[in-house]
């Protein structure tokens, strides 16, 4: 328990206190067999993928998967009717820092069985690259480009994957993990210069602009018209 | 001043017809200073540019409680260019900052910039990586509407204050205060230093000097970390 005595602006004067790097993230209660029938059922199907099996917050099961074989296990649990996870609620990340490995979350939930399941896939710092699940569900897709934009994780097998929030010429790096500082590594100035000098029309690429087209039209081959400087200013409004 | 009711203007008792009736004058004299400023003053056509929670006290001040066209700003102009006064109401993203500038160069002189809120003014809680620290490095603003979020009252009296301020204006002595250089489109309204001074961190949430960058001590080239 903190001081009593002490007010919130006493941490003003005290100045910024660097988090305990040691701290492990905070782990649910270690669930055992048969708490989850389709936790029970990927370890019979995948032997060894599933690496732990927690249960945080009451009832939320988390089970960490093996990221190599993630996406056949989120294949196979989303295709077997047994379990039938039609729908991928969120595809989110987390750092936890000091050097811990970067989680990616699955979201998913049973509309038939009324199951959740929350399937986490650690990936060290030195390689974050992870099969993209776009070919399972097409909601992945955005939320895939937004935990590129934000954490840098590499999709592979992605059809698109760009940056979706932040500019798509954003030189700073990937601004929600934890070694991101937190004005960003640029001056002020400079990110003002920077951010006058974007293009709005080339945050988008042409199809997208366009309405009534089928989704598979927006494909990631189409290539976005980049200024050329010094060239091209007759194109300005 | 156009004052004449009859066809003639002759009334019949033969004198001219003026604006108090017979015989009294058919013309007024007036200052011109006095006659443009107030048509623009009584006049005003906000373009709203509302981005966050502000602009719903925006709209407030314009629905019929509060009823922004008793002061003349009958017309909601979303079109910059039949605009005279910008209402920024709420944060800016910098992927926002650029469109934020080509509407006001795209607004017709003369033209003004109330900053509505405390986001739009200095960044309010936003002093992160993605938001632009007040958006007077970004144009010209005339009146700060402080508040998170202002009352309608609040944006009601800032654009009485506007009026005020056209209302001293004259057409010879401040006929350089928004005189534009088209060479400026894409640098920012103000110079590094001023940006450095306007954007300077509040508290001290994060180990990172005033204006941003990493502190020099802790991380050498600010690019060496980029992937």
């Known amino acids: 328990m903190a001081d009593e005595t002490k007010s919130g602006l006493d941490a003003v004067s005290e100045g910024p206190v660097v988090s305990d790097d040691t701290e492990t993230p905070a782990s649910g209660i270690e669930a055992g067999a048969g708490t989850h029938a389709t936790v029970d059922a990927v370890r019979e199907v995948f032997p060894g993928a599933v690496l732990r099996h927690e249960i945080q917050a009451g009832d939320q099961h988390v089970v960490f998967v093996d990221a190599a074989k993630g996406h056949d296990v989120l294949a196979w649990i989303q295709q077997d009717p047994a379990h039938d996870y039609a729908f991928l609620t969120d595809v989110t990340c987390v750092d936890y820092g000091g050097g811990a490995p970067l989680q990616v979350v699955y979201q998913l939930f049973s509309l038939t069985h009324h199951l959740t399941l929350r399937v986490k896939c650690e990936l060290p710092l030195d390689s974050l690259e992870i099969a993209s699940v776009c070919d399972l569900w097409q909601t992945a897709n955005w939320l895939e480009r937004e935990v590129y934009d934000l954490f840098g994780i590499t999709f592979t097998g992605h059809p698109d994957l760009r940056r979706i929030l932040m500019p798509h010429d954003y030189e700073e790096g990937h601004p929600l993990r934890k070694d991101f500082p937190l004005r960003g590594r640029f001056s002020r100035a400079e990110q003002t210069l920077r951010a006058l000098n974007q293009e709005p029309e080339h945050f988008y690429i042409p199809s997208e602009l366009q309405t009534g087209l089928e989704p598979q039209h927006l494909t990631a081959k189409e290539t976005r018209a980049t200024p050329q400087v010094g060239a091209d200013s007759g194109s300005e409004g | ?227």
């Open chain 2, 1 to 227: 001043m156009g004052l004449d009711s009859g066809e003639t203007g002759i009334g019949h008792t033969g004198l001219p017809l003026g604006m108090f009736g017979e015989g009294s004058p058919t013309f007024l004299t007036t200052k011109v200073d006095f006659v443009v400023n107030w048509g623009r003053r009584n006049s005003l056509w906000p373009m709203p540019f509302g981005t966050a929670c502000c602009a719903i006290e925006m709209m407030a001040a314009f629905a019929s409680d509060f009823d922004l066209s008793r002061f003349g700003m009958e017309n909601m102009a979303f079109t910059p260019r039949q605009a005279d006064v910008l209402i920024c109401a709420g944060r800016v993203p910098y992927k926002l900052a650029p469109v934020l500038r080509r509407i006001w160069d795209q607004m017709p002189q003369p033209k003004w910039c109330v900053s509505m809120g405390a986001c739009a003014s200095t960044g309010g809680v936003f002093d992160v990586y993605s938001m632009v620290q007040g958006i007077d490095t970004i144009v010209p603003v005339d009146v700060y509407v402080p508040g998170c979020p202002p009352r309608p009252e609040g944006l009601i009296y800032g654009l009485m204050m506007i009026q005020e301020k056209i209302r001293q204006e004259s057409l010879t002595k401040n006929t350089i205060l928004r005189n534009e250089d088209p060479t400026l489109v894409g640098q920012p309204r103000a110079s590094e230093s001023e940006i450095v001074e306007l954007t300077g961190a509040f508290g001290n949430s994060t180990q990172q000097d005033q204006g941003g960058g990493v502190r020099a001590a802790e991380s050498g080239d600010p690019l060496k970390d980029l992937l």
